[in-house]
């Protein structure tokens, strides 16, 4: 049984010191593959300086979350790991944490992805994203029965869980393939839930296994409308909903284009200038996207994304 720990960093030098400790601290044997994406602030050089049994791939350009870990997985693949185990370069797993998961994945063979819980990074409370996703109705469930302290399953059911910190079986990996290069930040989890779910696996939380998540990156909070960040927040969103595999939502996109098309006239009408501007940005983002070949590929059974 072999495991494999990928850790995507962009600088990361608050948090890679105790997160690889971490790992290297497990209580079962793993290999660790760091997918550095050109850091500035001497990450990369303190893992080759501090952390020699560690295999890091130096980038060249920041690839973004998605396509460092499909080249973190590619080599984990050829290395003939039997699980990956994605975690965020701001996360602290506990000692048994990956056994724990691994023997939890090997009794229900079923689950494509299976996390453990989220705290913060002093594990005084969980953390906000995990929350955010836990909070929706299909994790009532789980809210009520650790609240209550009444934990009755093994794993609780979600549709989504974000990546801060999954288990991957290679099964799983041979007929998903890896995340949606589309996405840069933020979005690609979601995406890849979904069609974890269209091929028939499940997704869920182990809730006897912990991690901390000192994370400062909430996507969750608002931005300032106009702004860069917006438009990427908007544009993952739309990806995350409009090329869902488990529908058919692709087929609307040019009725959305031609809503903020209107919405944009409209604007013009009423001398709203800022307004006419977001609305045409947004008409003319959706017109460059061409989701039908995406989610027809996505639908495929094999390693797609995976070099």
Not at 36 to 44: E, F, P, Q, R, V
Not at 82 to 96: P, R
Not at 133 to 148: A, C, E, H, N
Request: glycine share 4%; net charge neutral.
């Amino acid at each position: 049984m072999r495991t494999s720990v990928i850790i995507v960093t962009y600088n990361g030098m608050k948090w890679i010191k105790d997160c690889l400790n971490s790992v290297l601290n497990s209580s079962i044997p793993i290999s660790i593959i760091v997918v550095d994406n050109c850091s500035t602030d001497g990450t990369a050089e303190f893992i080759k300086s501090n952390f020699p049994q560690v295999s890091l791939i130096d980038q060249k350009e920041n690839l973004g979350f998605g396509r460092a870990n499909n080249i973190g997985i590619s080599l984990a693949l050829k290395e003939s790991s039997d699980y990956v185990f994605l975690l965020n370069q701001d996360a602290f797993i506990e000692k048994d944490t990956i056994e724990k998961l691994i023997k939890v994945s090997q009794e229900n063979i079923e689950y494509g992805i299976l996390s453990p819980i989220h705290t913060n990074g002093n594990a005084t409370e969980l953390d906000e994203s995990f929350c955010y996703y836990i909070s929706k109705s299909s994790g009532r469930r789980f809210v009520s029965d650790f609240v209550l302290n009444k934990i009755k399953k093994d794993i609780y059911n979600l549709p989504m869980i974000n990546a801060a910190a999954w288990l991957i079986p290679k099964t799983v990996l041979e007929n998903v393939g890896g995340f949606d290069s589309a996405f840069f930040l933020y979005g690609e989890d979601d995406n890849y839930c979904q069609r974890v779910l269209y091929h028939n696996f499940q997704i869920g939380i182990v809730p006897t296994v912990c991690i901390k998540h000192d994370s400062e990156n909430n996507n969750t909070k608002a931005v300032i409308k106009g702004s860069e960040r917006y438009y990427a927040k908007f544009l993952n969103n739309f990806r995350i909903s409009y090329s869902n595999v488990n529908n058919d939502n692709y087929k609307n996109v040019s009725k959305l284009k031609y809503f903020f098309l209107k919405r944009s006239i409209i604007s013009i009408i009423k001398f709203d200038l800022f307004d006419f501007k977001v609305n045409w940005t947004k008409a003319n983002l959706l017109a460059k996207e061409d989701l039908e070949a995406k989610v027809l590929f996505n639908r495929q059974k094999g390693e797609k994304y995976l070099e």
